[in-house]
């Protein structure tokens, strides 16, 4: 059955990119240009409604929204997930907090500190600082723990993805040890180093540029 995943080089992209490298599965990669507006072609809106990345078309089935797509993808190949229903709950209740906390608040601290041409101090702070807020709570669940729950889960790539571009955010890991040890950790993971590859991203300046265009429209 193939596997086609919709994305872009973004944190919520890497999620699902790196799961597929975990499971050691065959896809193929259909990149969007943001910037171009690809999302929001009519084509794409029958994928998703919402306009955005990723998407992942397996067979029949169409599964839009990173999270959704982690659980569907750990859910069917019974891997990256326990087994124990309440043990399960405890890996999804770490990938809620990515994805209604750390995800929304350093993608706010993103565009106010480091794509805004106007900075606005209020707005960069308070995005900053309950980034910084989140990562202690992290931090204080990482410690004595190798993963973010008991075995390594789709709550560790999630949560991952997005606390490894801390700095593009302005964000100040300085005391967070069990933090900076786990995301070691999933750095030298193979299926990580090559999920980040996928698709293959703009250089820095290029990025910026791009990033302004797809926030002014």
Known sequence: MIIELYTAATPNGYKVSIALEE?????????????????????????????????????EEVIFDSGAILYYLANKYNKLIPNSEIERIKVIQWLMFQMSGIGPMQGQANVFYRYLDEKIPIAISRYQNECR????????????????????????????????????????????????????????????IRGVDVPKRDTSKKLVKNVKKIIQT
């Not at 993963?147 to 999630?158: K, L, M, N, P, T």
């Open 23 to 59: 499971l050691q599965l065959k896809y193929k990669v259909k990149k969007i240009e943001l910037s171009k507006g690809t999302q929001r072609e009519d084509w794409f809106l029958r994928l998703n409604p919402n306009g955005r990345i990723p998407v992942l078309k397996h067979g």
């Open 133 to 192: 807020r989140l990562y202690e709570v992290l931090d204080k669940q990482l410690e004595g723990r190798k993963w973010i729950c008991d075995d390594y889960s789709i709550a560790d790539i999630a949560n991952w993805c997005w606390v490894r571009v801390y700095f593009w955010a302005g964000i100040n890991l300085d005391g967070l040890d069990n933090l900076k040890r786990w995301m070691n950790k999933m750095e030298n993971r193979p299926a990580c």
